[in-house]
């Protein structure tokens, strides 16, 4: 069974940083191209971040660019997303996403990931 779990969120004030991390298991998506994404209340899920499957090439949102930092350690088959400088607005349930391949065609697409996390909530104070 594949799994991703997420860890890491929790309640931080604004300027403040986290740092989340998906555990993967049930198969290794070294060779797959990686992702977050957010929903916040009321709101549809949106791209947060991508990465390569060898982990040297980084994809962001505008809206968080500069500020998160996605990475991946393909040996312990996980993907980190640091996130500094947060802002009330960032509040949302974040999800880790994975596809089945390499492609990087349409990151921001949630249609083409096809393994999700259960989310991690990540609330920002003002």
């Known amino acids: 069974q594949v799994q991703l779990v997420e860890s890491g969120g929790g309640l931080v004030q604004a300027g403040g940083s986290l740092r989340l991390s998906c555990a993967a298991s049930?198969?290794?998506?070294?060779?797959?191209?990686m992702g977050w994404f957010r929903q916040a209340p009321g709101k549809e899920r949106e791209f947060v971040a991508a990465i390569n499957w060898i982990g040297n090439s980084t994809y962001y949102a505008e809206v968080v660019k500069g500020r998160f930092n996605i990475s991946r350690d393909n040996t312990k088959n996980s993907l980190y997303l640091q996130m500094n400088s947060l802002k009330p607005e960032d509040t949302a349930v974040y999800y880790c996403?994975?596809?089945?391949?390499?492609?990087?065609?349409?990151?921001?697409?949630?249609?083409?990931?096809?393994?999700w996390g259960q989310g991690t909530h990540v609330t920002v104070s003002s």
């Open positions: 996403a994975a596809r089945s391949s390499a492609v990087l065609a349409a990151l921001t697409s949630t249609y083409l990931y096809a393994y």
């Open positions: 049930g198969r290794t998506f070294s060779r797959s191209t």
